[in-house]
């Protein structure tokens, strides 16, 4: 079973950037869409992006278009969120996870019957000043 595990987050200034990283060990990830999700206090998980097996297809919240790209590297088994022009509401914590379907045609942000499977621990964001 795939087990993501996240890193990059930390402090920021509004205006600034960090990139996401989101790693699985052996080499199945290529098999499988990942999606980027976030919640922030007090709120709901929302998707924030999301990347097809084959890196063909990606999708974003509209609340991060033109900001956030997302791209993988199936030969490091890395999915990648790389975020520009960060916003105080931005912050939130923030998790990657891996579809149960091998080779899906597309991706999606909802998580709809508990399409992604296995999550990581998440990692902090936050923007501030």
């Known amino acids: 079973q795939l087990q993501p595990v996240e890193s990059g987050g930390g402090l920021v200034q509004p205006g600034g950037s960090l990139t996401l990283s989101c790693a699985t060990s052996g080499d199945k990830l290529r098999r499988y869409a990942v999606g980027w999700f976030r919640q922030a206090p007090g709120k709901e998980r929302e998707g924030v992006s999301c990347?097809?097996?084959?890196?063909?297809?990606?999708n974003y919240a509209d609340s991060v278009k033109d900001r956030f790209t997302i791209s993988r590297d199936n030969a490091k088994s890395t999915v990648y969120l790389q975020m520009s022009d960060l916003r105080p509401g931005d912050t939130a914590v923030y998790y990657c996870?891996?579809?149960?379907?091998?080779?899906?045609?597309?991706?999606?942000?909802?998580?709809?019957?508990?399409?992604?499977?296995?999550w990581g621990q998440g990692t902090q964001v936050t923007v501030s000043s």
């Open positions: 990347i097809s097996a084959g890196g063909t297809t990606t």
């Open positions: 996870a891996v579809d149960r379907t091998p080779f899906p045609p597309t991706c999606t942000l909802v998580n709809d019957n508990g399409r992604y499977v296995t």
